[in-house]
């Protein structure tokens, strides 16, 4: 079957550094997004991997390694307004996305 | 541009009652989608469209419906409500065309109770 497993909650300090890791098995592999929720808002678009290493975006990178079945999503000095549910999602062979269930991340002073 | 807009924001539904999602983009997607999402669990596709006058079948389908009449509009409709869809409805949009990968965007969702 297809899953996708990330951890269900994250604490972290403001202004330090936390990795979000995500597993995956797809049937087929065409990429790997990650998406920002903020409590009780939509998801929002993070970044796309689909070769493996490292994109950096500002103070956010993801990272893909398509021989593990891994990534992780990298958030640098970390800001209150970082605090939200970063979901992982998979694209299939059939260009559908299988998501997880979300990582809330929680930041504090 | 508003992007996706849907329609109702929030809804209590009475078991066995009808209802239809409203869900319509203005950034001129072929491709829509319909997830619902639980907590605890990952957003699930329930239908999706690659493009106007074409829909398929996701996940979850089971009690739902949905129609491409256009580009713009995708409505999705239960057509005797059921505890088991209390959920918070998302609608998407990507400028995929079948086999791309182009990014979804979402509509803000609905978050519908069924008593």
């Known amino acids: 079957g297809q899953n996708i497993d990330q951890p269900t909650e994250m604490t972290a300090t403001e202004g330090a550094i936390v990795q979000i890791n995500c597993t995956y098995q797809?049937?087929?592999?065409?990429?790997l997004f990650w998406y920002q929720q903020h409590a009780g808002e939509a998801p929002t678009f993070l970044s796309y991997?689909?070769l493996d290493g490292l994109e950096e975006k500002g103070r956010f990178s993801s990272f893909l390694s398509r021989s593990k079945g891994y990534s992780y999503l990298l958030l640098k000095e970390l800001q209150m307004k970082d605090s939200a549910s970063y979901l992982c999602a998979a694209m299939d062979s059939n260009y559908q996305l299988i998501w997880g269930a979300g990582t809330k991340l929680i930041i504090k002073p | 541009t508003a992007g996706i807009t849907q329609a109702p924001t929030s809804q209590i539904l009475a078991a066995g009652r009808s209802m239809t999602l409203r869900c319509t983009q203005d950034m001129r997607h072929n491709a829509m989608y319909w997830y619902r999402q639980d907590l605890g669990l990952g957003l699930r596709l329930i239908h999706y469209s690659n493009t106007a006058g074409t829909t398929g079948k996701g996940e979850v389908p089971d009690g739902y419906s949905v129609s491409r009449a256009n580009t713009d509009d995708f409505p999705l409709t239960l057509a005797s409500a059921v505890p088991s869809q209390t959920s918070v409805y998302f609608c998407?949009?990507?400028?995929?065309?079948?086999?791309?990968?182009?990014?979804?965007?979402f509509g803000p969702g609905t978050r519908l109770t069924v008593l």
């Open positions: 998407a949009s990507s400028d995929s065309l079948a086999g791309d990968t182009d990014t979804q965007y």
């Open positions: 991997n689909v």
């Open positions: 797809t049937s087929g592999f065409n990429g």
